[in-house]
Structures are given as structure tokens and as C-alpha cells.
């Protein structure tokens, strides 16, 4: 029966059709989107993917600081040069206890003082986003440290003095926005890594927790971003929110330094409600002067 060997071949047709279509159109996977918008919290572009069309998060980034030059890692999946051969279970270590899947102690300038407090629901979707990056053959750079910080077992006492480890839990005077903007600010976005000073150690000054330091990254002034008159103490909360989103301060100045690549990769790509929260969060600090 002619007839019918056309209908079926007109039903397979377009239930190929459609099958295709819905391929096409298929919806991303809810929790690779959800690491995305945790990669974009804690700017991970930043530091691991060179300016200048460098490869994606193929690592290389140089760091310079008072102890030497840091390169940044590959943190692509890739088998051999990234994390390819990670499972997640390394990966969470390395971000809440700063060691290598063998153990070995991280420098700080991976700020794993401040991602130790990640929820495991941020750690896990965040590695399910990273798993989704193409890999990049990039091998690592050693980094380039003056003697004696390139000796790792004097990461040991350092971690002991100035490193605890530890989930994130906000103080609960803090309404549930301002819990937020916390999570953003001392955690994800680890904010406190370059606007609060070191002590010559390298351990952060906590009792001057986000006052800007005058030798920050590449050796540049930090700002303070404390409510005091010498930082953000005239500034609305809608002032903050509008920098974080186009980078200009209230008085139609342009952040500079490593704050372009943090507005441009990271906050002015956050949701508008958690640009709000970080405003709201650092308006409750203590004003501290700068140094």
C-alpha cells in the first residue's frame, strides 16, 4: 500500500524534525548554569586567562607581589595540564583547605582563606561548570619567588598563623540581604584579599579589614571600601550597586587597576539583586580610616 509507506515516511519525518529541533533549542543544564554564576561571583576569568585573547582559564597569569611573581594554573579540564584528572572531591580540598590532591600546601595567592567558607552546593556547581570549559593544552608555570618563599615548607607555620578553615556563616544580627551581600563580599568575590592590608608575612591586617592598602596587586593603592570618609562613607547604597555595575564612582570617576577587570568580568555581570546586597553588606561594616 503505497499510502501508507508515504505516511509513515512523512510521521518519521517530522518526528526527525522536531527530535532535532528540541536538540537545538535543549535548555543548558540547570547546575553547569548555576557554577556559572558562581565562576562570575568569585572572578575566576580574571586571574586565570591572559589579557589579550589568551586562552580560556588556560592559566599563566602573573601575579607580582613582595615575595615574587606568581603564575596562575590551567584550570580547564584538560588530563595532563588542568584538572582533567581531578575528581571533585580534590577539587573541594583545594578550594576549602588550599592542597594539592597530594597534599601539598597552596600559596595564598590562590585565595583559599576566603573560598574555605563556600557552601558545597557552590563548590559542586562550580565544578560542574568547569568540567563543561574546553580544555586547553597550557602547561603550568613555576612561579618565580625570591629565597627564602620558595621554600612550600614554610607554608606550614604561615597556614597555622593566619589560615582557618572554615564554612561561612554570617552573623545573624544581618538581614537576609545583607547575609547575602557577606557571602558575596568575604567569600565568593573575596574582596578582602586585595582591600585589606598585609602585615609583612603576607597575612591579612583583620583589624583593618577592607580599608584599601597602599601596595596592593602589581605593587598598586587599593581602595577602601569601608563607610568611612576616606572610603565609601558618603556613598549611597545605590552608589556602590551603580560601580559594581558600570564602574563609575559617584563622581563620574572610572575604577583603575585590577578593580576594571573585577567590574567588567564579575560584578557588572552579577544579578542587579546581588550587586544590591554587596551595597547593603558594606554599609554595616565598621568605618575604618586608611592607612
Known amino acids: 500500500m503505497p499510502w501508507l509507506a508515504l505516511l509513515l515516511a512523512g510521521l518519521l519525518a517530522g518526528w526527525t524534525a522536531t527530535a532535532g529541533a528540541q536538540e537545538e533549542g535543549e535548555a543548558p543544564d540547570p547546575q553547569i548554569e548555576r557554577g556559572r554564576q ?28 613582595p ?5 596562575s594554573p590551567n584550570i580547564t579540564p584538560h588530563p595532563q595540564s588542568g584538572l582533567g584528572n581531578w575528581s ?3 577539587f573541594a580540598r583545594a578550594l576549602r583547605q588550599g592542597r594539592s590532591p597530594e597534599g601539598k600546601a597552596y600559596y595564598p595567592a590562590f585565595p583559599y582563606t576566603s573560598y574555605s567558607g563556600m557552601s558545597d552546593e557552590d563548590v559542586a ?17 613555576e612561579h618565580e619567588l625570591r629565597f ?39 567569600v565568593l568575590g573575596h574582596c578582602g584579599e586585595c582591600h585589606t592590608p598585609r602585615n609583612r608575612l603576607g597575612g591579612l591586617d583583620q583589624a583593618r579589614r577592607l580599608a584599601g592598602t597602599p601596595s596592593g596587586p602589581d605593587g598598586r593603592r587599593v581602595s577602601n571600601i569601608t563607610p568611612h570618609a576616606d572610603g565609601i562613607g558618603d556613598w549611597s547604597k545605590g552608589d556602590i550597586a551603580y560601580l559594581l555595575e558600570t564602574g563609575f564612582t559617584p563622581d563620574f570617576d572610572y575604577v583603575g587597576g585590577s578593580m576594571v577587570e573585577v567590574v567588567e568580568l564579575s560584578t557588572s555581570q552579577l544579578p542587579a539583586e546581588d550587586r544590591e546586597a554587596i551595597a547593603a553588606y558594606l554599609k554595616t561594616l565598621p568605618p575604618i580610616a586608611s592607612e
Open 38 to 65: 558562581v565562576f562570575i561571583a568569585a572572578s575566576c576569568e580574571g586571574c586565570h586567562t591572559l589579557p589579550d585573547e589568551g586562552v580560556f582559564l588556560a592559566g599563566g597569569r602573573a601575579l607580582a607581589s
Open 67 to 71: 615575595f615574587g611573581t606568581f603564575y
Open 88 to 90: 571533585e572531591e580534590d
Open 125 to 141: 556547581d562550580l565544578w560542574a561548570y568547569l568540567q563543561s570549559v574546553e580544555p586547553a593544552d597550557a602547561a603550568r608555570q
Open 148 to 186: 627564602p618563599f620558595g621554600l612550600r615548607l614554610l607554608l606550614e607555620p604561615w597556614r597555622w598563623l593566619y589560615f582557618e578553615e572554615g564554612r561561612f556563616t554570617a552573623d545573624p544580627s544581618l538581614d537576609p540581604q545583607q547575609a547575602r551581600g557577606a557571602y558575596l563580599v568575604e
